[in-house]
């Protein structure tokens, strides 16, 4: 089946160590988007892949970074993760149609937990 | 940007008894509107959504109704089931993106009591 893939589910990384989370999908669709999701709270979009083009939003801190290589794959960096960093990372992905606006599909999230 | 405010943020309803949530947002050139539902533990799925060119989309036990002068829509969910027990979000999506930067709403805990 089609999907979005995110490894690992629940990655527990030292304060100040760098982690990588990364995403696959198989939809074959143009935008990726990571999301940071607290508890209790909503998706925070940090920032999103249209093709190969980078869209940072304002607010996302420059300790987060991404990289996509390949239209499949799209990994979160976290540079030198802090306590408030702990929370569920969702993956996403759509493929917008011309002049409109698609359904966006969500992997399961990785958990990150920081000691 | 969009401004999306959502109510109730917590719904408890017994089995068998309608839900509905409200979600305004502030874009008037928004014309997109979808629902999310965010069951414990799992990815957001999207339920229903609705263009701006009709007023009210229904599917099954869902529907969304869409007030574009007043700048609200709608989810309700006729004879709620425990497994409806969620949270749901609005996502207006961003206008002056082609595509979707959705916008989420703060979220409404939805209980359904057996």
């Known amino acids: 089946d089609a999907m979005v893939i995110q490894n690992p589910r629940y990655q527990v990384t030292q304060f100040g160590k760098p982690v990588t989370l990364s995403c696959s999908q198989t939809?074959?669709?143009?935008?990726m988007y990571w999301y940071q999701q607290k508890s209790s709270q909503a998706p925070k979009l940090l920032f999103h892949?249209?093709?190969?083009?980078?869209?940072n939003e304002a607010d996302t801190p420059d300790n987060f970074q991404s990289r996509r290589p390949n239209t499949s794959f799209c990994f979160l960096d976290i540079r030198s993760p802090g306590l408030g960093d702990a929370a569920m990372y969702l993956c996403?992905?759509?493929?917008?149609?011309?002049?409109?606006?698609?359904?966006?599909?969500f992997g399961p999230g990785t958990r990150l937990t920081v000691l | 940007g969009e401004n999306v405010e959502q109510h109730p943020s917590t719904l408890s309803v017994q089995e068998g008894d309608s839900a509905v949530i409200k979600c305004t947002y502030s874009?008037?050139?928004?014309?997109?509107f979808p629902w999310y539902k965010q069951e414990l533990g799992k990815r957001p799925q999207l339920i229903i959504d609705?263009?701006?060119?009709?007023g009210e989309k229904k599917d099954q036990r869902i529907a969304v109704t869409l007030n574009k002068t007043a700048k609200h829509f709608s989810l309700h969910i006729t004879e709620t089931q425990p497994e409806d027990s969620a949270v749901y979000f609005c996502?207006?999506?961003?206008?002056?993106?082609?595509?979707?930067?959705?916008?989420f709403g703060q979220g409404t805990i939805l209980t359904v009591h057996p």
């Open positions: 996403a992905t759509s493929r917008p149609g011309r002049s409109s606006y698609n359904e966006q599909f």
């Open positions: 939809l074959n669709h143009n935008v």
């Open positions: 892949y249209y093709d190969k083009d980078f869209n």
């Open positions: 874009d008037s050139a928004s014309n997109y």
């Open positions: 609705i263009r701006s060119n009709v």
């Open positions: 996502a207006p999506p961003l206008s002056g993106t082609s595509y979707g930067k959705l916008t």
